[in-house]
């Protein structure tokens, strides 16, 4: 497939590689955490995006898998002292998993149902890690600070991790191009617009439907691993936070949804406002308001987002923006 | 054992009442507008603080707060919907599931602001009663009581005034209601109301036995979720019967085993039903 030719494939790619190589290159700390932030945003839009953007169905447990990678890989490393690059892979392995599992259970369900089932998963998920032993239950884990010498030492690791973090998004946003400009995605997008029609078709949705609820949780049991291996440390209440699902519906709708560049740009500007808002005097208490604010007004207006707003108003850029 | 689990039984079957009311409301609105609210705990929340702030600042009894607490939901509501639902009532579910997350986030947020997360109790006591050898507090009981009379006169409004039987038509089919001449925007406005309403009750209701805090309406919106998919969407009566289920497997459950354990049990209970029978226990077949 020719797709280094369109715009649409590489303009993404080469954003995610300029904000990672800009603190490499610079070597500024407090740039790369901000960077890292951010990308994490990114990289969880983007994977919920191809369920709920390509596929129509929405999640209120993405952060589910997101936790539970995270437990598996750190168990790995924590207790059975295994280096992060088997650690990582497992964890995405291990969320993909069960999303195969669950997939084949409540993607059965259509619309609200659907949703009110992921949210049942969500509760049901961290109520289980609360009380489940060898994770360590309400404590959590911790890793010892001597597993990281391997990595050069603690400062080289956070570098480590966050090399590792952008060559996962890249990943991440050409695996979301080239799923949403296939065959496979043609058919998601179909049953989107109308599930049943799209059977009559010849979409064989069940199997679709899994398919892209496996590939959304693959990447955010990655994340996870990453995420806690620079923590050190792992709670309940860190891996499931259920309001991140919920914000990173409002990143992927912020942004576009459906679009491979929507939920990058929705990741990015969330929590860069989210920043802003923290430190304003005036906002500092009510920034969860604003960020409800934000989402009506998007809902109600522009439920394309930022780019399905530009596509609708310069016809020119359609062929640049996907 | 029985000396343990009866009481226990009572305890959770009176709350169940208040369960029930609390997702009658998510059932209503479901059933005549095919939107689950997702702003259900937060509105569940101002109830509790409704009671909380006509007492400690008005000193009125809580019982007759109730009262301006059902008005309050009621405008809420009507307010919500106007705002945030109505537009984007015939977009795709997704875009209503998050229209109401958006107020929930909003009230939230505001709700943080001005009482902070931490817990308020409404300083009220009935004492308590004896039934045999069993002692059940009289706020338990009056909140059973105020439940069904609620459920009564909800039942009531539904089937012998106009407005209900125009509720009850655009529920059935909104096309069809709207040819009769029903005005649709105005009665789905008051269904979404009278939600509002019922949910901001059993927050009243739970103000007078519980502490509270902004955030408890959480808790109780996702009891509701079991609840209604317990008694079948869109079913108001199921919705009782559901809350009384979950409130006697809450009071029954902590007496076998660890009380941490209850919400596992009751969302992959939750789950379970959702896969097995989509329509409920006791909803129609599909």
């Keep these: 497939m020719n ?15 300029a904000a990672g190589a800009w603190p490499l290159i610079t ?28 596929t129509g169905y929405v999640s209120f447990g993405h952060i589910v898998f997101f936790g539970l990678g995270a437990y598996v890989g750190f168990y790995m490393m924590s207790a059975l002292d295994l280096p992060l690059y088997l650690a990582a892979p497992a964890g995405g392995l291990s969320a993909g998993f069960l999303a195969f599992l669950l997939g084949k259970a409540i993607l059965r369900l259509r619309g609200a149902y659907f949703a009110l089932a992921t949210i049942g998963v969500n509760e049901a998920a961290r109520a289980f890690v609360n009380n489940f032993d060898p994770f360590g239950g309400p404590i959590g884990m911790r890793l010892n600070f001597r597993f990281y010498d391997a990595y050069g030492g603690a400062a080289r690791a956070l570098w480590t991790t966050f090399v590792a973090l952008v060559v996962l998004t890249l990943i991440l946003l050409a695996v979301s191009y080239l799923v949403k400009s296939s065959k496979f995605g043609l058919s998601l997008q179909a049953i989107r617009e109308n599930e049943d029609a799209a059977q009559v078709m010849g979409v064989f949705a069940p199997s679709a439907k899994t398919w892209a609820f496996v590939i959304s949780a693959i990447f955010p049991g990655i994340i996870g691993v990453l995420f ?24 992927v709708m912020l942004g576009g949804q459906g679009t491979v560049l929507g939920p990058l740009l929705g990741g990015a500007g969330y929590q860069r406002l989210r920043g802003t808002l923290l430190v304003t005097p005036l906002f ?15 809902i109600l207006f522009v439920p394309g987002g930022v780019v399905g707003w530009l596509r609708s108003r310069f016809p020119v850029l359609r062929r640049v923006l996907e | 054992m029985a000396e343990v689990l009866l009481p226990s039984l009572i305890d959770g079957l009176l709350l169940g009442f208040v369960y029930g009311i609390a997702a009658m409301g998510l059932s209503l609105i479901w059933g005549v507008m095919n939107v689950i609210n997702l702003a259900h705990g937060p509105i569940i929340a101002l109830g509790m603080f409704g009671v909380y702030l006509s007492f400690s600042y008005l000193g009125l009894n809580p019982y007759l707060a109730l009262i301006l607490v059902a008005i309050g939901g009621l405008l809420a509501g009507v307010v919500i919907y106007a705002v945030a639902v109505h537009r984007v009532l015939n977009a795709p579910h997704l875009s209503t599931l998050l229209a109401t997350f958006s107020v929930n986030m909003i009230i939230i947020g505001l709700g943080t602001a001005a009482f902070s997360v931490s817990p308020y109790n409404v300083d009220y006591s009935l004492g308590s009663a004896s039934l045999g050898s069993i002692r059940v507090p009289v706020s338990r009981l009056a909140a059973a009581l105020a439940a069904i009379i609620v459920t009564a006169l909800l039942y009531l409004f539904l089937y012998r005034s106009r407005p209900g039987k125009y509720i009850r038509a655009v529920a059935n089919n909104r096309g069809a209601a709207e040819l009769m001449g029903i005005p649709s925007a105005r009665v789905l406005a008051l269904s979404f109301g009278l939600g509002t309403m019922l949910a901001a009750l059993a927050g009243g209701l739970i103000a007078t036995f519980f502490p509270i805090t902004i955030l408890s309406g959480g808790g109780y919106e996702l009891r509701s979720f079991v609840i209604v998919v317990l008694g079948g969407l869109g079913n108001p009566l199921g919705a009782l019967i559901g809350g009384l289920i979950l409130g006697t497997l809450e009071g029954v459950i902590p007496v076998f085993t660890i009380t941490t ?5 009751e969302f992959v209970l939750f789950v379970l039903i959702l896969l097995v029978r989509p329509s409920g226990l006791l909803g129609r077949r599909t």
């Excluded at chain 1, 070597?27 to 390509?54: D, P």
Aim: charged share 15%.
């Design chain 1, 3 to 17: 797709a280094w030719n369109k715009p649409g494939f590489w303009l993404p790619l080469a954003l995610v590689l």
């Design chain 1, 228 to 251: 806690f291996f620079k923590n050190g440390n792992i709670e309940p209440g860190d891996a499931f936070r259920l309001h991140l699902s919920i914000e990173t519906i409002v990143m």
């Design chain 2, 261 to 265: 354990w209850v919400p596992v049990f």
């Design chain 1, 284 to 298: 500092k208490d009510i920034q969860l308001t604003v960020a409800g604010v934000l989402l009506l007004v998007i």
């Design chain 1, 27 to 54: 070597g500024r700390e407090a740039t790369r955490e901000v960077i890292f932030t951010a990308l994490i945003s990114v990289a969880l839009a983007s994977s919920l995006n191809i369920l709920l953007g390509y």
